[in-house]
């Protein structure tokens, strides 16, 4: 069975940086292409990230955010720097080869 279970969301403050993980299981991330989106209140869901099983990757959105990878976890993550209350959102993973999205972790950023 196929599950993205995403971790590492909380209340932090302006300027601080948050990495928010992505485990994923019944199957390898290392063989398929996993995205980081997010979607705050009253906006559409927006891709952040994605990195492909080369290990090779894409930001979507300039700047501030890096996807990586720890194979021997099975993990995705999301590295954010220099965070802003406008980055204030639900970050999810997702693996589009199976159509699958975990179920998000909410990012607040405020003082």
């Known amino acids: 069975q196929v599950q993205l279970v995403e971790s590492g969301g909380g209340l932090v403050q302006p300027g601080e940086s948050l990495r928010l993980s992505c485990t994923a299981s019944?199957?390898?991330?290392?063989?398929?292409?996993m995205t980081w989106y997010r979607q705050a209140p009253g906006k559409e869901r927006e891709l952040m990230a994605t990195?492909?099983?080369?290990?090779n990757t894409e930001r979507s959105v300039k700047g501030r955010f890096t996807i990586s990878r720890n194979d021997s976890k099975n993990t995705v993550y999301l590295r954010m720097y220099s965070l802003k209350p406008e980055d204030t959102a639900v970050y999810y993973c997702?693996?589009?080869?199976?159509?699958?999205w975990g179920q998000g972790t909410q990012v607040t950023v405020s003082s």
């Open positions: 990195i492909f099983p080369l290990g």
């Open positions: 019944g199957f390898d991330v290392t063989d398929y292409v």
């Open positions: 997702s693996a589009p080869f199976w159509n699958s």
